[in-house]
């Protein structure tokens, strides 16, 4: 709205007005640049803090991002009309028309004046970051779901036998099956010095399991060694945050039930995904266990890894139906479960809104560009016309109002859409958000940034396409009758 007061529509040239680039206009902008830095290395020297889901407001971590966006829009604004003079001065030594004249006109009478551009900048940089930011979230509470789940599916609740394992086996798209069982007898794990301690035995299928969590993140890489028992015949095991027991450490004593048998440590790890994740416990393979110790167990848990191209809802339902009464869980649904806090939906939820919301005020700011740029336009277009200017040639003055302003926010765009979701997740604490896990990493959807610039682009074509249509209707005499020249 404060654009269209009579001042801004005037035919002067902006480049020679009076007061252009003032002092007052440069020192707000240093202002706004040294704020926003000062707020950047404030928020820098504190570290990695909570904030993401803690259930207060950080006024810095709040405040930042948009002071970033801020000041890059105010660069943005001072820089890109020193690049179309630039420009320009190029384009005067060709010997066709458009391109020189809409590169002049772009830098000494833009339409609107200095308002509609920083609006535009600033729109494509929030919009931006919000994006980057989403898919930084999605994709952390993507990995943090595969991680819990343990596999492509896990099909938990009745004693899964090994009838019913083979039946799971048979269904389409499944490539491998791996069990996991809990043994419900305490066991106590004895070392060399007298000292015993009470640890938690899971058994699992080592060699499936090994096959099953090849590409599932966090998984250890040393399950399929508990299948091969050592030469001198004691049982291999892997630690799971069991004190002051690493891998290698030999000459430790298992003791389950009325059985007892040498271990060695082939590995220690702080979980084996989707299967256990408690503290002191040994994680052995059942067919040794069924060994040495004697000890048959009853699985009740199986991760199901899926062939190239199965479709996971569609194997899902078929295992529910081969066992009946078992619960089926993939990671959409485990995905869903860890966007249930308030903090994860009321982040993504912004952000699309922000997204939403900058693709409004982008189209909005340049059909605002095109209508306060209508009337010099159109009497332009009638002295242009009158001396042979074609129509492919009016349409392309038409998108030099508003290209040079379009390229440069997408630019500036594309870089605080990186730098302020890379500040915020090198400063803030995002696993909150995600479930859970380390912190995600800075990930940009291929997807949303090509569906972006493509909305984008047909915003500034459909809009250029709109005003050259409306400006052929104007009466090119009249026109000339009202323009000096």
Do not use: N
């Amino acid at each position: 709205a404060a654009v269209t007061v009579r001042r801004s529509l005037g035919t002067e040239r902006r480049d020679l007005a009076a007061g252009a680039g003032g002092r007052w206009r440069r020192t707000a902008e240093l202002a706004v640049v040294g704020v926003a830095a000062l707020a950047a290395v404030l928020l820098a020297r504190r570290g990695v803090v909570g904030g993401a889901g803690d259930g207060g407001v950080d006024p810095l971590v709040a405040a930042t991002p948009l002071l970033v966006a801020a000041a890059a829009a105010v660069v943005a604004v001072r820089v890109i009309p020193l690049l179309a003079r630039g420009l320009e001065r190029l384009l005067s030594r060709r010997r066709d028309l458009v391109p020189f004249l809409g590169a002049a006109r772009a830098t000494r009478a833009p339409a609107g004046g200095v308002v509609p551009a920083l609006a535009l900048v600033l729109a494509v940089s929030v919009g931006a970051s919000s994006a980057v930011l989403l898919s930084t979230v999605d994709a952390g509470v993507e990995r943090q779901a595969h991680v819990e789940l343990g596999a492509d599916l896990r099909v938990s609740g009745p004693a899964l036998g090994e009838e019913v394992v083979s039946t799971l086996r048979g269904v389409d798209g499944v490539a491998a099956v791996a069990t996991a069982a809990r043994v419900p007898e305490t066991a106590h794990l004895r070392s060399p010095d007298g000292g015993s301690r009470s640890v938690q035995v899971v058994a699992v299928d080592a060699a499936e399991l090994a096959a099953v969590q090849a590409g599932v993140p966090d998984a250890p890489l040393d399950v399929a060694e508990l299948a091969r028992p050592a030469g001198d015949g004691a049982l291999p095991v892997l630690s799971l945050r069991v004190p002051d027991v690493e891998a290698g450490t030999t000459g430790l004593v298992l003791d389950l039930q009325d059985e007892s048998a040498d271990v060695v440590v082939v590995g220690a790890t702080d979980r084996v995904p989707g299967v256990i994740d408690a503290p002191s416990t040994l994680v052995l393979d059942a067919g040794v266990l069924a060994g040495p110790l004697d000890m048959a167990t009853e699985p009740r848990t199986a991760l199901v890894a899926l062939d190239d191209g199965a479709v996971p809802a569609q194997v899902a339902a078929a295992l529910r139906d081969a066992v009946p009464g078992a619960t089926v869980d993939d990671r959409t649904t485990v995905a869903a479960e860890l966007l249930e806090s308030p903090a994860a939906r009321g982040i993504a939820t912004g952000a699309r809104v922000s997204v939403a919301l900058a693709g409004v005020l982008v189209a909005l700011t340049v059909a605002l560009t095109l209508v306060l740029a209508a009337p010099d336009r159109e009497r332009l277009l009638a002295v242009l016309r009158s001396m042979g200017v074609r129509r492919s040639e009016s349409r392309g003055l038409v998108a030099w109002e508003v290209a040079p302003w379009a390229l440069g926010a997408l630019v500036v765009g594309a870089l605080v859409g990186v730098a302020v979701p890379a500040l915020l997740r090198a400063r803030v604490d995002l696993t909150a958000l995600t479930g859970g896990g380390p912190q995600p990493a800075l990930t940009v959807d291929p997807v949303l940034v090509v569906g972006g610039v493509a909305g984008f682009v047909a915003t500034v074509v459909v809009g250029a396409v709109l005003a050259t249509v409306v400006g052929r209707r104007g009466a090119t005499p009249e026109r000339l009758r009202e323009t000096a020249e």
